[in-house]
């Protein structure tokens, strides 16, 4: 991943020493140094595989920490006033935890989904078996009422990503755990979709909440589309779309936008068309890493890698109709997920 890291600081640079707002572009790059100094802590501290199992337990436990404090937040018995943020929080009875927006809640918890189903479905360590799946089932409640419509995407192209690859591994002999997992999900979904509130926040795609409708968001995405053709090379500099899309907003978006509620579309417009390009070169180098560690013996490494690249798969899908990737906490995560899926076989130790 060194390449493309490389490129994508030198169009960040260049971008930034161009920038229409430059003091904005230097504290957006060095949010962007402290992702990558993360990303290479993790690639040269988590060695062993006895490291690499407290760092996966840690992501697991804060989902865990998020989905429960979330549920007693949700019945009105938050016992940490300081998450409540009154003055941000969408006026919802959704599942939001620490979070003052519920689709941010659920990036994080579709990002960790997967490795517990990953751990779950190798079988390691089948003393907690049982525990993974009461955690799969507590994440996936955490999930449908968060009532974010980008995670439930997310997450199920995350699922049959991870169940296609489990499907195609000639070493992989329980087959008919992934035909049931398939299958219960496939269940499960009926069940959540014939709720009356996930209904009604289906419905909303196309009417309702003018802020959240797809029709608004298509109208916030023409004029993205519309800052990047008048800025194609080098973007109008990191951090500065918030700032320069009030000159692009159209009319019919009722409030300010500070986000293009399309990750991929707010950071070219920052940076350039050339980021489209060094995206796809990361992805290549990321998913051809993974596969690669899926074929070691160890069940933990594989059960974890698979998790990580299917958790990843998940939040960049929900990326094509959110900033999930612009809040620092997931940011974090998917830093973390990546560098896992990046990093040398861990020792037997």
């Given at each position: ?51 690499l ?18 549920l ?7 016992p ?16 939001s935890?620490?979070?003052?927006n ?67 591994d000639?070493?992989f ?18 069940i ?22 797809l ?24 951090g500065t ?9 159209p ?17 070219i417009?920052?940076?350039g ?16 890493k ?60």
């Amino acid at each position: 991943m060194d390449k493309p890291f490389i490129a994508l600081l030198i169009i960040c640079l260049v971008s930034s020493i161009f920038s229409l707002h430059k003091y904005t572009s230097f504290w957006s790059m060095v949010l962007l140094v402290n992702y990558l100094i993360i990303f290479y802590l993790i690639i040269h501290t988590v060695r062993t595989r006895s490291q690499l199992r407290r760092l996966v337990y840690l992501i697991i436990g804060i989902a865990v920490f998020l989905s429960v404090f979330g549920l007693f937040k949700l019945i009105g018995n938050n016992p940490f006033p300081w998450w409540e943020y009154p003055e941000i929080a969408l006026k919802t009875s959704r599942l939001s935890a620490t979070y003052g927006n519920p689709d941010h809640l659920a990036g994080y918890t579709e990002m960790a989904l997967p490795l517990v189903l990953g751990l779950f479905v190798f079988g390691y360590n089948r003393g907690i078996i049982s525990i993974l799946l009461y955690i799969s089932f507590l994440l996936l409640a955490a999930l449908v009422l968060s009532l974010s419509r980008g995670s439930w995407l997310g997450i199920i192209i995350g699922l049959v990503f991870m169940a296609l690859c489990l499907l195609f591994d000639r070493h992989f002999k329980s087959k008919r755990i992934v035909i049931g997992i398939i299958c219960s999900t496939l269940a499960l979904a009926f069940i959540v979709i014939s709720s009356t509130s996930v209904v009604e926040r289906i419905v909303t795609l196309t009417q309702k909440d003018p802020e959240t409708n797809l029709s608004s968001r298509i109208l916030g995405w023409k004029g993205t589309i519309k800052m990047i053709k008048d800025h194609p090379l080098i973007g109008t500099g990191p951090g500065t779309y918030s700032t320069l899309f009030t000159q692009y907003q159209p009319p019919g978006l009722l409030n300010r936008r500070y986000m293009a509620h399309n990750d991929y579309l707010h950071f070219i417009s920052e940076t350039g068309l050339t980021l489209m390009a060094i995206v796809v070169w990361m992805l290549i180098v990321f998913y051809r890493k993974g596969f690669r560690r899926l074929k070691n013996p160890s069940r933990l490494v594989r059960g974890i890698t698979l998790g990580a690249m299917s958790g990843t798969t998940a939040i960049l899908v929900h990326s094509l109709g959110d900033f999930n990737l612009h809040i620092p906490a997931n940011a974090i995560l998917f830093t973390v997920l990546a560098a896992i899926t990046a990093s040398p076989i861990p020792k037997n130790t």
